[in-house]
């Protein structure tokens, strides 16, 4: 018994782990599925879709249950190989994803697929994620979505988008527990020795300045920053530094980095923190001292804050130093 039809997007420099991973996922599903009955089991159809060598449609080329008329219930755009801006232009994909859509299919991305469900227009005014190092760009090229990377799935019903590059796990299961139930889904999560959907992005998102403004007094002090740890990120010193008005100062320095100086210090600082508790043993009170915060219960806030973790859960899920 068919209960749904699958379909993954092969676009130009699509991931072909992601595309076969889903495909192993959605079988294997349907194997435990088929355990719990004797009667006509239920399955999950997969089909793969890729644009048709004339360039004027797009065509089925792979089915795990041939024969029966296509419908998909829903469509998925995998990761890409290749940055975003790198990707080609999707628009005959986008098009035939948004007719499918008209029709009733559920839309779905993961990490840079999202660039693809972005073409069809569908996304604006949505909440959508994609890959935490991809949201720049995304929101640069698409600005009307409202880009949200600190969650790893974002259901929105009709659209669902996935962050990270191995989030099509996430997304997977997450479809597994819409169309099969919970029950399902877990076992086919422990199966795969894989979590169930529900991570965050936040812990995994590492801070990584714009460099490339072109705002040469600004990457001075961006230079500055990073090489003293941002120990010293008074607004006074900094503007002095840059041989501007403080104000001046502050609106480019804005404009060049998304953020605000006492901001991006913060930033410079947890990304140090993070290093010294994924390497090392040391203790949290004197790690919040060496990266210049003489209150650890307000390092521990803030820690929290940027990184969705504590820092003795940050330690306990990244450190890799032997305990002593």
Request: with cysteine.
């Amino acid at each position: 018994m068919i209960v749904a039809e699958i379909g993954l997007v092969v676009y130009p420099d699509v991931q072909l782990a992601a595309v076969y991973g889903l495909t192993d996922l959605f079988r294997i599903t349907g194997d435990i599925a088929a355990s719990r009955t004797d009667e006509d089991p239920p399955a999950i159809r997969v089909c793969h879709w890729q644009q048709s060598a004339d360039g004027a449609g797009v065509e089925c080329v792979y089915d795990s249950h041939p024969g029966a008329p296509h419908k998909p219930s829903h469509l998925i755009a995998p990761p890409s190989l290749v940055m975003p801006r790198r990707m080609q232009p999707m628009a005959g994909f986008a098009h035939w994803m948004a007719e499918r859509h008209a029709e009733g299919t559920t839309l779905c991305s993961v990490c840079a697929g999202a660039f693809v469900l972005g073409e069809t227009g569908l996304l604006e005014g949505r909440q959508a994620t994609t890959h935490w190092a991809f949201a720049d760009a995304l929101a640069e090229r698409f600005p009307d979505i409202k880009v949200d990377v600190d969650r790893m799935v974002i259901d929105d019903g009709d659209i669902i988008t996935a962050g990270g590059i191995l989030a099509w796990t996430d997304l997977g299961l997450t479809l597994v527990e819409r169309l099969l139930g919970p029950s399902v889904m877990l076992d086919t999560a422990r199966f795969l020795l894989v979590d169930p959907p529900g991570r965050a992005q936040r812990p995994y998102n590492h801070f990584v300045p714009r460099l490339d403004h072109g705002d040469a007094a600004i990457l001075k002090v961006q230079h500055w920053l990073q090489g003293t740890s941002a120990k010293e990120h008074a607004v006074p010193a900094l503007a002095k530094r840059a041989a501007l008005e403080e104000r001046t100062f502050l609106r480019r320095f804005r404009k060049a980095t998304g953020l605000r100086p006492t901001e991006y210090a913060q930033q410079i600082r947890i990304s140090k923190a993070r290093e010294a508790l994924e390497l090392s043993r040391r203790p949290i009170e004197q790690i919040a001292w060496e990266v210049g915060y003489s209150d650890a219960s307000a390092f521990r806030k803030l820690f929290q804050r940027v990184t969705g973790l504590a820092p003795a859960d940050y330690r306990r899920r990244f450190g890799v130093a032997q305990s002593a």
